[in-house]
């Protein structure tokens, strides 16, 4: 009975292709926005900081307000169960290079090098700077500046060597650069102070106990474990990203439905004919609907599939040619794109199953 | 008595498009038995054959088809009495084009009910027996018309149904296979114990009717119209 209402061939091709393209579309967006959140996660997420001590009013990296004293990260580390504790200062830096004289806007990280706890979660290629006057930059962002390790690249109009790559460390948008704590002074202007110090706990130091102890001592910070603090990050840059995100998925999942509901209207108006001598014959409508059904709903899992197959297949072709863009995808977003499709493609099929039930079966004694 | 209609009366359209297409037709066909309904276009043939299988209800009479009346059915229940009772030849074959010869035939004996072992064995034996057998695994859009009809006789009777309706069977074909169809609608249904009901103005298919009837402005005469 299936095969008896399934669209011809061609229909069929075009409908998938377009299920498909609608489905790498949305597929695409939202394995950018996981390597975006990939990004700021691996580095705020790294197991080298227990507790992020910041200014009040600041509960992210991405955006923050206000400074702390730098001497500040000499108290905290004689607080009871802190292991280590570093200032770190990020701003926003322009940097150039001789093949990019187009300055480009880099997230700039000064910390203590090579061993300090603000340093890159990973390294793509070379070192970290082991001596002032080198920086580690981000891979993507070494790509667009066209510099490699060993090369010289301006950082507000100061020459750095560039000591190694990074990963983990791209944000779409923008990109980390890691400075030493001098550097980093110079670079923005600012001394003697910090955005945020990280706290490296001692092993068997009870994280809120200390959290509470820093709390204790000095009134004016924040303090907030890892998991908080990667959750307000990937808050913060999903903020800018998701209604977009909303949105495309929407524009994709409504113009595949109406693809959909496209063919299952030509399937009940090409097959009318057929449908009305599977009834004389004494076929049910609701098994003939079951088919169109099915038929739709076939559709659908086949071009979301393929659309998924297609964006893992993206994902490790732009790993392997290009740092620039990071596509992140996953199972479960392929499952909810596959669900959502699912779900709009069975109510535009509604329309033209309705119109099922004005088939006469006698329709099949016309010649 | 395999089709009793008694009294049918049956208007089709609305309003000022209303036409009186069945008016008080009675007419009984038994199992083997051939009758050959004639009449001009628009005699109300086509209708007459709606209300035999149940597929349109009359505004008035009985239909009794294989010992039950189908007008006292539920639509869920003339369903299905049609599907098992009932075999159709249509006047372009209507085969289903997305399905193989083998698999048009053995759509009808899935809608029956008949188990697919079963109805296996019957579409190969019809097949054969039609002299289609080598063409089973094609496609309708290869066969021939003459070929398309055989494979709607096998369709009609794979399920072994009571009553076989066929309307103006030969119409499109050419003469040598309109005569080739018409021998083996005939021939099987004879054999399976069928009562058939040819809606046709076709010359060829009198000499293997049991009894001629016409049709004419809705009416029934004992005579060809």
Known sequence: MRRAVRSRIVRTAIAVSGVTVSA???????????????????????????????????????????????????????????????????????????????????????????DGLGVPPRLAAGSLPARPGEVTLDRAAAHRLGVRVGDSVTVNLKRFRVAGLSSGTNLLATQFIFLDGPSAEQATGVFNRASFIGVKLAADADPAAVRRRILETYEDVQVFDRAEWVRNNANEVAAGFR????????????????????????????????????????APLSVVARSVVIHSASLVAGGACLGGALTLALAALLRATTPLLELAPRVTDLLWVLAAFGLAGLLVTLAPLLRLRRIDPAEAFRP | ?????????????????????????????????????????????????????????????????????????????????????????????????????????????????????????????????????????????????????????????????????????????????GRQVAEAMTTLARQEDVAVLVASHDPRLGPFASRVIGLADGLLTPEPA
């Open chain 2, 1 to 177: 008595m395999t089709l009793i209609l008694e009294h049918i009366s049956k208007t089709r359209g609305q309003g000022r498009h209303a036409v009186q297409a069945l008016r008080d037709v009675s007419l009984s066909l038994a199992a083997g038995e051939l009758v050959l309904l004639e009449g001009p276009s628009g005699s109300g043939k086509t209708t007459l054959l709606s209300v035999a299988a149940g597929l349109l209800l009359a505004d008035s009479g009985t239909v009794e088809l294989a010992g039950r009346r189908l007008d006292a059915m539920d639509p869920g229940e003339r369903r299905a009495w049609r599907g098992r009772k009932v075999g159709f030849v249509f006047q372009r074959a209507n085969l289903l084009e997305g399905l193989s010869v083998h698999d048009n035939v053995l759509v009808a004996a899935a809608i029956a009910g008949v188990a697919p072992r079963a109805a296996l064995a019957e579409a190969d034996r019809l097949l054969a027996e039609l002299g289609i057998a080598e063409l089973a695994d094609r496609m309708p859009a290869g066969l021939s018309g003459g070929e398309e009809h055989r494979v709607a006789v096998a369709r009609a009777l794979v399920h072994r149904p009571a009553l076989l309706l066929a309307d103006e069977p030969t119409a499109s074909l050419d003469w040598h296979s």
């Open chain 1, 243 to 282: 209604p977009l995100l909303v949105l495309i998925t929407a524009v994709g999942t409504v113009s595949a439905a109406v693809l959909v509901a496209l063919l299952v209207q030509a399937v009940v108006d090409d097959r009318r004919q057929d449908i009305a001598v599977l009834l004389a014959l004494g």
């Open chain 1, 24 to 114: 790498l579309l949305v597929l695409v967006l939202v394995a950018g926005y996981r390597g975006v959140t990939a990004g700021v996660e691996s580095y705020v997420g790294q197991d080298r900081i227990d507790l992020w001590v910041s200014p009040p009013g600041t509960d992210n990296l991405i955006r923050s307000s206000g400074l702390l004293p730098a001497s500040l990260a000499c108290g905290l580390a004689r607080i009871a169960g802190v292991a280590a504790a570093d200032p770190m200062l990020r701003g926003f830096v322009s940097v150039s290079s001789a093949t990019q004289p187009r300055a480009m806007t880099l997230l700039a990280v000064g910390c203590r090098l090579p």
